[in-house]
């Protein structure tokens, strides 16, 4: 965060002071939970569905923040006062954003991948200068302003992941850090339920490249025929990436190893490099093509590219994070998030380590959300494609998970090898029975749906 004064503050925000000298100045973190503040920074006052922020301003002054954002007066309180604090935030973020003319911002959107992309391009551009990333999945009109106010006058690079809900969403983010490299990664089918088909959300999905600033790199998935069409939405440079020959950044002879890590030859200007990632998932090969190609918008060279990608590790958790128990038992957590999509890759991935290494393999998984109508079909396909994959065991968890076991049983010769529980417990309590050294099992849901405990409870247990 770069230091402004709070009269500056008000006037970026339109906001009017109240108890609050306009020279005091914040010079430290922004925050929205009352226990991160520090002094010398300022408070967001957020009113939530169980509290809200405007109680904990008086402890907050107390602890030293500079100024509290508010929608109203508060008593002994240093307060900017505004009609909405969420917004006042993002005016907040693109006032101090615009403060900083020398950063690059690199701005990333698609239906799955945003997360392990963002990271992989945070690693390959901190060694080349300051970088801010996002923690996490810090992708919406919350999360997205505290990591631009992150920046300073250090910052060189500002990687900003962008997700959306509603047509529009990534025009407001866009319009809090204007990118100079936009990347659309893919449109696939997450949140359908809330836009109703791939088309509307190709068109949400490609307002990244309809705010691509003059001068800048609108970076496409040509693997995907929807992002390829966006680049009628922009009059800037395209630069396009994936396995496809007519690719500017492309990869060729793709192999996956024991570990479920993929290799490629990676070919971009005329050159080609060998890249191992130490990732788990073909899937990520597009992900780092997509990473690369941005980095070389922004002036890395090819080869640093290259070998970045070879060093590049996992960085957010439960994201095919693979842990081996005491007893040879691999437990693949990837329930943070999923899709119809992200679910076939982490399939396929799973299918791909177990034989690798000759092991039996499970299929824990949760409830998809966010499809609407097309619920019941995308997860009644989901038990088919583990059959068809020939995945050991598939153990389905939760009521909006059952058609998973219903296609699942419904394709080929399968008997016994197909479970359903309602509940997490129930489903534990199979595993601890079933479950044996060398066994790989891969857990994977919807955030909502909580089978991160599940997953959890399996490391607890392996580690005791």
């Known amino acids: 965060m770069i230091p402004v004064s709070c009269g500056d503050i008000a006037k970026a925000v339109g906001g009017e002071l109240a108890g609050v000298d306009p020279a005091a100045v914040v010079d430290a973190r922004v925050a929205t939970d009352s226990r991160e503040v520090v002094p010398g920074g300022l408070f967001v006052a957020l009113p939530g569905e169980r509290v809200d922020g405007h109680d904990f301003v008086p402890a907050v002054t107390e602890a030293g923040v500079t100024v509290s954002l508010t929608t109203r007066p508060i008593e002994g309180c240093p307060c900017v006062v505004v009609a909405d604090t969420q917004t006042a ?10 403060q900083l003319p020398d950063l690059t911002v690199i701005g990333l959107t698609g239906s799955q991948g945003k997360t392990s992309t963002k990271d992989l391009i945070a690693q390959l551009l901190t060694p080349y200068g300051a970088t801010v990333a996002p923690v996490g999945s810090f992708n919406n009109e919350i999360g997205h302003p505290l990591t631009a106010l992150q920046a300073d006058r250090s910052t060189r690079f500002l990687v900003a992941e962008m997700g959306a809900r509603h047509t529009g969403d990534i ?22 339920g809330e836009f109703g088909s791939q088309d509307a959300i190709a068109v949400a999905k490609g307002e990244m490249i309809e705010n691509v600033v003059a001068g800048g790199t609108a970076v496409l998935n040509a693997d995907d025929p929807r992002v390829a069409a966006m680049a009628s939405r922009t009059q800037q440079s395209v630069r396009t990436f994936g396995e496809a020959p007519e690719a500017d950044v492309r990869a060729t002879g793709i192999k996956v190893d024991g570990e479920g890590r993929p290799s490629f030859t990676l070919h971009t200007d005329g050159q080609s490099f060998d890249v191992q990632l130490q990732l788990i998932g073909e899937h990520n090969v597009s992900n780092a093509l997509a990473a690369a190609t941005a980095a070389l918008a922004v002036g890395l060279t090819p080869e640093q590219v290259a070998n970045g990608l070879n060093t590049a590790a996992r960085v957010s958790q439960a994201r095919m994070e693979v842990t081996e128990r005491a007893d040879g038992v691999t437990v693949i957590n990837d329930a943070y998030n999923a899709n119809p999509d992200s679910v076939r890759a982490a399939l396929k991935a799973l299918v791909a380590i177990g034989r690798a290494r000759g092991a039996r393999t499970w299929a824990v998984l949760g409830e998809m959300l966010e499809l609407g109508d097309t619920s019941s079909t995308e997860h009644d396909a989901v038990g088919r494609l583990a059959v ?34 309602d509940t997490i417990p129930e489903a534990l309590e199979l595993l601890r029975a079933e479950l044996r050294g060398g066994d790989v099992v891969l857990v994977k849901s919807s955030k909502a749906s909580n089978l991160r405990s599940l997953a959890d409870a399996l490391l607890e247990e392996g580690a005791s």
């Open 171 to 192: 025009n407001y983010l866009c319009r809090i850090t204007p990118p100079k490299v936009g990347l659309v990664l893919n449109v696939g089918h997450s949140h359908i």
């Open 388 to 421: 068809r994959l020939d995945v050991n065991r598939l153990v389905a968890v939760g009521p909006g998970a059952k058609p998973i076991h219903l296609g699942a049983s419904l394709e080929g010769s399968w008997g016994n090898e197909s479970a359903y529980f």
């Open 89 to 98: 935030l993002g005016e907040l973020a693109r006032y101090v954003v615009a």
